[in-house]
């Protein structure tokens, strides 16, 4: 049965109910002791692949200790990791795991490459499936509507193929949100809230690649229905959905009046509702998701980092009344934290699911770094995540930095920061967090919004370099606000990172600029960049963008 089948079956709901509360459960008991759980998860991972090739190259079998693990394995990124992946997707086997891969998830890192992350059945059962579960638990906890009919959510990551891209070992190369969980896993109650809806599996012909006319489908289905709840993860997706109602509107309109799907027949003719929606357009001037679905309540996507700058307005175009609900922080390689409750950003660390270790942000990663445990972090402090599993990853630099919010029961909540990667010309150092840090006490101080925004360093003079800021406005900025606003960010920069005030102290950076493009500057972008082909999940927010064709085409969308 598939993912869409399921939700149809008598009782389905109220399971899938149960399994989420009993895992969120599990996960939250974990909690009484942290450091019991870190050094029985260690201990699984060693003695479960002591036999593996890298196993016996690092000596799992002779540790016993979280010292000792360190000392014999160095930190790592994919990189170092990726010899061994490929030699596996080639059809070796007994490298990383004890198990073989049932599929590999494709992400896309900071360079924009595609990785191959290797997905065992031990690693799917002891470290994905917990928290996957848990991380649905305060939707339905709290917006219990969104379980009451197939069509309430409007799952927009949800993207199943019919023809799986493969490796050379035969198995999937797929998103995440491609995996069918309950065949390949045998998890039939693993499928998200929205799977179920008539549009989770188009029954038009769609060329695969076509994302935006897949996603346009989806959107000319979703506004028959009485959609409670909208989940995207990457919030890019959410913010593109405002735009892409408006620029569809006119072929949305007539095929709901003609009851037709992409051009094809498709169910009856509804001029009641088609003309219910044109009035929509004709009255508000502008059509905007609050108006489509006006009992919408709740959006579930990444809620820091960029997003924390423009979802708070995102947001109201949804409903005053809707809540954004915190996605997990995570990677396809692994989780690191995820509510169990209605906080706004943070998430607990996933005691069972990884060997935990952190690294001051402001410091290099390195093979030798020292590294802390998740009892010596600080609230405050942002930190590089390294995590160890089952599943073949070991002391993995997953390139994130995640924010400490505080403890609940011992036990660290963490917030997505932003990526590891660093902006540094002249000394300045500077992180995604520390930018959307200065962000934040810019917009305050004038009381300004913006849809988003990304920046780049320039010159200024042959000798001097500055950072130019993209911004997109909530609404227009007069120059004597944008003025105001470019030196207090100015002030907070030279604040969040000692070097960027060094590095202007002395002459090195010049003052930063403001180059003000049109409010849809950038979802146009995001419609573009889904255009060339690439999957709506990895079009994601990226703060720093020095590279010339994608500044370029984004920044001459609109005005300077």
Request: one cysteine or more; proline letters at 7%; a neutral charge.
């Amino acid at each position: 049965m598939n993912a869409s089948s399921v939700w149809h079956t008598p009782g389905h709901a109220d399971r899938y109910r149960e399994r989420v509360y009993a895992e969120r459960a599990r996960l939250a008991a974990e909690h009484t002791d942290l450091p019991g759980t870190q050094r029985r998860v260690l201990a699984d991972l060693l003695e479960f692949n002591s036999g593996t090739e890298f196993g016996r190259q690092h000596g799992f079998g002779r540790i016993r200790t979280m010292d000792e693990f360190r000392a014999a394995v160095p930190v790592r990124d994919y990189a170092a990791h990726a010899p061994l992946i490929e030699r596996t997707a080639a059809g070796e086997r007994g490298l990383l795991t004890a198990d073989a891969p049932e599929v590999y998830f494709t992400s896309s890192g900071s360079t924009g490459a595609h990785k191959k992350v290797p997905v065992t059945p031990r690693f799917m059962s002891t470290t994905f499936m917990p928290f996957y579960y848990a991380a649905w638990a305060p939707l339905i906890e709290h917006f219990p509507e969104v379980l009451q009919r197939p069509d309430a959510v409007l799952n927009l990551k949800h993207d199943p193929l019919t023809a799986l891209p493969t490796t050379g070992d035969g198995r999937p190369h797929v998103g995440a949100s491609q995996v069918d969980f309950g065949a390949r896993f045998g998890e039939p109650l693993s499928a998200e809230p929205g799977t179920g809806a008539p549009w989770a599996v188009l029954l038009v012909p769609t060329d695969p690649g076509d994302h935006l006319e897949r996603a346009y489908l989806r959107l000319r289905l979703a506004v028959q229905s009485e959609v409670r709840c909208l989940i995207g993860i990457n919030p890019a997706m959410i913010a593109a959905v405002p735009h892409q109602l408006n620029l569809w509107w006119p072929r949305i309109v007539k095929e709901v009046r003609d009851g037709t799907l992409g051009g094809l027949p498709y169910g009856a003719p509804d001029p009641e509702r088609a003309a219910r929606l044109e009035r929509l357009a004709d009255y508000f001037g502008t059509v905007r998701p609050a108006h489509v679905w006006p009992r919408l309540r709740a959006l579930f996507c990444w809620t820091t980092g960029v997003a924390s700058l423009y979802l708070p307005a995102l947001r109201e175009e949804f409903g005053g009344d809707v809540t954004a609900l915190p996605a997990p922080v995570a990677a396809s390689e692994g989780p690191t934290g995820v509510a169990l409750d209605r906080h706004g950003s943070a998430g607990s660390l996933v005691a069972s699911a990884s060997v935990y270790e952190f690294v001051p942000a402001d410091e290099d990663l390195l093979a030798d770094s020292t590294t802390l445990l998740p009892h010596e972090i600080e609230a405050g402090q942002d930190y590089h995540v390294i995590f160890s599993h089952v599943g073949g990853f070991y002391r993995y630099a997953v390139g994130d930095v995640v924010s400490v919010v505080d403890r609940v029961g011992g036990v660290p909540r963490v917030e997505y920061a932003g990526r590891g990667v660093r902006s540094d010309v002249a000394g300045e150092r500077l992180r995604d967090a520390q930018v959307v840090r200065a962000l934040h006490t810019a917009l305050r101080s004038g009381g300004l919004g913006l849809r988003n925004v990304a920046c780049r360093v320039e010159p200024e003079t042959d000798d001097i370099r500055r950072y130019v800021f993209a911004i997109a406005p909530r609404t227009p900025w007069r120059p004597h606000e944008t003025a105001r606003f470019t030196a207090e960010l100015d002030r907070a920069l030279a604040t969040e990172s000692a070097g960027y005030g060094h590095a202007r102290a002395a002459g090195q950076l010049g003052r930063p600029a403001v180059r003000l493009l049109d409010t849809e500057a950038f979802t146009r972008d995001w419609q573009t960049a889904v255009g060339t082909g690439i999957r709506p999940t990895q079009v994601k927010d990226r703060l720093f963008r020095q590279d010339e064709a994608l500044w370029r085409r984004l920044t001459g969308a609109g005005g300077g």
